[in-house]
């Protein structure tokens, strides 16, 4: 075990499990459980999609036109942020523990004029890993920002299973309604979302305009199963005021996104400050949410 050292590429290993993340986005990567040979995660064929589990920060989708505007002047953001792309400083706390930073420099404050400090620690104990999103404001004025998780797991879980034999279940029954998105803009109107038993059957075509959208479901589970054998995930969350559903077309996986933060809607303003689901940290203040997945 070491601190403060850099690391491409923790290892974090218990009985259970073994997960790798990348200092670069402070990326899961792998998360196989030792005992079945499983591999939870999507391998990241760049044919679909070449990440396995970004983090969302500082904004959640798209912006309109990809600009903002924060005190009258204009500012460019890609899709999802920048934090995905960049090299987090590493500390390997424990053979079960990492811990991944990121702070603001001269290249984001051009793009993005706060000062921040955004940590995602990784836990493993038995059967579960956890992954919790810490953000602090060092500055001398409020920080208005997004986070968001966007893990890809592998669907086909098991050879010789379909896509088609897995299924989400929500631990909550509702009636779940379905935001779309209009090149990456959240629509102004939402449609059912229909479940069979309170579970979403997984088909490929689900996707094929883009990810399923859900705001303020009342459900903080959701477990990925599959009718041909016995293993899956579940997925935990708490306090995420807006959840996606994604897959690449026809790709072998899907994403469970829990997200404090959303796409511009196709009416904004494109204000900062009235960005639906903007998250507003005073000076000194911390603010933290977490997701876990338990392995089975």
Known sequence: MANNLFYSMIILENNHLRAAIAAKGAELQGLINKQTGLEYMWNGDATYWGKHSPVLFPIVGGLKNNIYFYKGNSYHLSRHGFARDMEFSAQQLSATEALFTLTDNEASQEIYPFAFILQLRYRLAENILSCSYEVQNPGDKDLFFSVGAHPAFAVPLVKDSL?????????????????????????????PLPLQNNRLRLHADLFYEDAIVIKHMQSNQVTLGCDQHPHGIHFRFNDFPFFGIWAAKDAPFVCLEPWCGIADSVEHDQELKHKEGINTLSTEDNWERSWTVECF
């Not at 896509?163 to 449609?191: C, I, M, P, T």
Request: glycine share 4%; aromatic share 18%.
């Open 163 to 191: 896509y088609e034999d897995y299924w989400l279940q929500f631990n909550v029954q509702e009636n779940l309604q379905r935001w779309k998105l209009e090149n990456g803009l959240v629509a102004s109107h939402a449609e």
